[in-house]
């Protein structure tokens, strides 16, 4: 009995032993050409693929170190003789924390290469490959070995000598060097090199999408901003003035056609003019440095503060009488050149109400491209001149327009409010940037409360202004405004406990500066894991508790260690947008819990003023200028490297620094921006896993 049943146990025995064989690794082998002369080069390309979480080493790091490189024997033949050594193909970076040391490994799928060149059509070519792969599950590292050989190549040619004096009985090919991948679709580069990001629209599925919505958006509120700008007291009664000037001066209709249009199309270049010469001097990184410096935003916060308190009638703010009267003296000559001249004065007269609203739209321009500007100057003075035109076009309309008389005080006292509510936000961007906490979110929502509840009491008559007339009822317009007014004041109080107000986020300075977050106290959050300690973590911080970094070369590092995409986020102190992004859509469950667990996450700030060390400065290739701030290296990579320098701007990278997908900018759908991710998530699958 017992000798059938030992040959049974054996075979069972046998069969266990071979079920926990592990074979994670698979080569494969092709020349680069089927048929080569004698005298000519080929290429032998060997190609490895590792099961999941499986990786192997390459053979271009210290032999030392500890793990077994990857080798390849060749056996020698009088048919060929080695040309250089055995090359790696954009292997990944990798700190190996079983031995301590940084390696090169291929994870997924790796390519080797060696170049021999062929002496004779008896060609043979074959040999050995040795190596090691390890698992990052539970460290588990297996040697293997297999025989290789080359078959199916046809050579033509007379026989010719080697060019070597000696050939070795064996060479063990070892020493290695990164070089980059022989296929067209993949961009020169050289792995490591931490060159940023780079597009390689190969690898890149559909067509870009960025750009679009937040440039019509900032065209639509220049237009509605022009529309705004007719309403204030500067501006207003120059309507009968304007075409007061058309009745006198026009002999015929098609006379007085002539001279609005040109009248109209005057106003349009005169403030498009602004915009154009600001782009152009500043350029595009310097509307970035302009829209966050101190001086320019302090200055623009007292700008607001001094008008807001002429629109209380503290005092009264008019253009240089001497410079209005030159150019009005011009106007009266008459002529095209006199409708000219009276298009100067209406600009010149309505600076004085216009300024702060042209600022809004400088301002918020500043963020963007060099024509941004120049577009939303066109979009703002085509609305503003609009009205001036239509009523020069029919002169006799203007008499059914309502007289200036108290309505429009009430209009000028209600901008002052809305002033000094704005003004708060140019301050907040130059404290936000240099990092001087003077006006914390808390600080600035309790400060609106104050400003917008002092409104709702002035619509209502409960406050009067010194050039206000008697107000005996209220009228329901000013009833519903109240309503409107006393309704944000309410959901801006529990702003105060740490209450997101997303609808406000953009314009409110970041959650972390609040100093009493009630919110975030009550809040169980289960942050991302990082590498190691990011730099400037004392000033800068990410929201909704995640973890991640704000230096590029430290992001990427952690990145190949993980072996997971890069997720960058081109933000800014001064940015409106991106605040917005933050608030409504990265809070979102579906977008939160990808960005914990799919990415390694780094907010690269262009617009932060802290010095770098001089050590780190560095010469831009773009514009040639010596980078030295922080917000200005991160301008840089995203110009230099993408060719855009607006901002939210969010780019998926790979291990090898490839975009993954097509960078995403300012649309608040959570569908879209999970896609995005999605998208680049799969893409890096495909390619590094």
Not at 10 to 35: C, D, G, H, Y
Request: hydrophobic fraction near 45%.
């Amino acid at each position: 009995m017992i000798k059938y049943i030992l040959p049974v146990f054996f075979l069972f025995a046998t069969s266990l032993l071979s079920a926990q064989i592990l074979t994670p690794v698979r080569w494969t082998w092709e020349t680069s050409k089927t048929s080569v002369k004698t005298g000519e080069q080929l290429d032998l390309i060997f190609r490895v693929t590792t099961d999941k979480d499986w990786y192997v080493y390459a053979n271009d790091f210290d032999p030392d170190c500890g793990p077994l490189l990857t080798t390849v024997t060749l056996t020698p033949h009088a048919s060929f003789e080695l040309v250089g050594t055995l090359k790696a193909i954009n292997p990944i970076d990798k700190h190996d924390e079983i031995f301590d040391c940084d390696v090169k490994i291929f994870k997924g799928k790796g390519e080797f290469r060696q170049t021999i060149r062929v002496l004779s059509k008896d060609l043979i070519v074959a040999g050995v490959y040795e190596g090691q792969t390890c698992t990052e599950v539970d460290g588990k590292c297996i040697p293997f070995d297999g025989e290789f050989s080359f078959t199916g190549l046809t050579v033509t040619g007379e026989p010719i000598k080697s060019k070597k004096a000696s050939e070795p009985k064996q060479e063990k090919i070892q020493q290695a060097e990164v070089i980059e991948s022989p296929k067209e679709e993949v961009p020169p580069v050289r792995y490591g090199a931490v060159q940023g990001p780079i597009l390689d629209k190969s690898i890149l599925e559909g067509e870009p999408s960025y750009g679009n919505e937040s440039f019509w958006a900032l065209l639509v509120f220049a237009f509605l901003a022009g529309f705004a700008a007719l309403i204030t007291p500067c501006v207003f009664p120059m309507v009968p003035m304007t075409v007061t000037f058309f009745l006198k001066d026009t002999q015929t209709k098609r006379e007085g056609i002539k001279k609005a249009l040109i009248f109209g199309i005057s106003i349009i270049v005169l403030y498009s003019s602004a915009g154009t010469l600001f782009a152009i001097l500043l350029g595009p990184e310097g509307l970035n440095a302009m829209a966050t410096n101190w001086a320019l935003n302090l200055f623009i916060f007292f700008v607001f503060i001094i008008f807001a308190l002429s629109f209380f009638g503290l005092f009264e703010i008019n253009a240089p009488y001497k410079l209005v009267n030159k150019v009005d003296q011009q106007a009266e000559k008459g002529g095209l050149i006199g409708v000219f001249f009276m298009a100067f004065t209406l600009v010149l007269i309505s600076f004085s109400c216009t300024v702060p609203i042209v600022g809004s739209v400088l301002a918020l321009s500043a963020g963007g491209e060099v024509l941004k500007p120049i577009l939303m100057m066109l979009s703002y003075s085509i609305a503003f001149a609009l009205p001036f035109t239509f009523f020069a076009f029919f002169p006799e309309m203007v008499k059914s327009l309502p007289k200036s008389g108290g309505w429009l005080n009430s209009v000028k006292v209600t901008l002052g409010f809305l002033e000094l509510a704005l003004a708060l936000k140019f301050f907040s961007i130059a404290d936000q940037a240099y990092h001087w906490r003077l006006l914390d979110r808390d600080t600035n929502i309790a400060l609106w409360i104050v400003i917008f509840s002092l409104l709702g009491f002035y619509l209502l008559g409960k406050i009067r202004m010194p050039h206000d007339s008697s107000l005996e009822k209220i009228s329901v317009p000013r009833l519903l405004l109240a309503t409107v007014v006393f309704s944000f004041v309410i959901y801006l109080v529990p702003g105060l406990w740490g209450a997101p107000l997303k609808a406000l986020a953009g314009y409110l300075p970041p959650q972390h500066t609040h100093d009493f977050d009630l919110v975030a106290m009550t809040r169980s959050v289960r942050s991302n894991e990082i590498c190691d300690l990011p730099k400037y973590t004392d000033f800068l911080h990410l929201p909704h508790g995640l973890n991640g970094y704000f230096d590029y070369e430290q992001a990427l590092a952690c990145a190949r260690q993980q072996n997971k995409p890069l997720f960058i986020d081109f933000t800014g102190h001064g940015c409106t947008n991106c605040r917005e992004m933050e608030a409504v859509v990265w809070s979102d469950p579906t977008v939160l819990d990808r960005l914990k667990n799919d990415f390694i996450i780094v907010a690269l700030y262009v617009d932060d003023k802290t010095q770098l060390p001089e050590a780190e400065w560095f010469t831009s290739s773009y514009d040639g200028k010596v980078k030295k701030t922080i917000g200005k290296k991160n301008a840089d990579l995203q110009i230099a490297n993408l060719d855009n320098n607006a901002q939210p701007f969010y780019v998926l990278v790979g291990t090898d620094e490839r975009v993954l997908a097509w960078p995403y900018d300012y649309d608040k759908s959570v569908e879209n921006f999970v896609r995005f991710l999605e998208s680049g998530k799969k893409k890096f699958e495909e390619l590094y896993k």
